[in-house]
């Protein structure tokens, strides 16, 4: 399982706006191959940052199979404009301890 970690900074007053987009944007993300579940966190101390975590279940399910996809495309239309600045995407794996 691979764990999609970014840290959105939303642009100052869409805060609302973007949570409603997210919601129609999540239906493209958790209809792909290799999704496994993703959340949206609220930042309490700062307004308009939140956390995105996605799981799924290879970086290729990802990186190659959603980005490549029409479904990206869409999601893109829905959010890509709310964030400054645009965020870094980074995947992490899971170590037994």
């Known amino acids: 399982m691979i764990l999609e970690a970014v840290m959105l ?3 100052p007053g ?3 706006d973007f949570e409603a ?3 129609k944007a999540s239906n493209f993300i958790s209809s792909m191959d290799g999704y496994l579940s993703h959340e949206l966190h609220r930042c309490i101390e700062v307004q308009g940052k939140y956390l995105l ?3 799924w279940e290879t970086l290729e399910s990802h990186t190659v199979g959603f980005r490549s996809s029409a479904e ?3 999601w893109k239309k829905l959010l890509h404009h709310f964030y400054e ?3 870094t995407v980074e995947h ?3 170590i037994e301890i």
């Open 9 to 11: 900074h939303v642009k």
């Open 14 to 16: 869409l805060e609302s």
């Open 21 to 23: 987009a997210f919601k």
């Open 53 to 55: 975590l996605v799981r």
């Open 72 to 74: 990206y495309q869409e």
């Open 85 to 87: 600045p645009f965020p």
């Open 92 to 94: 992490f794996e899971e």
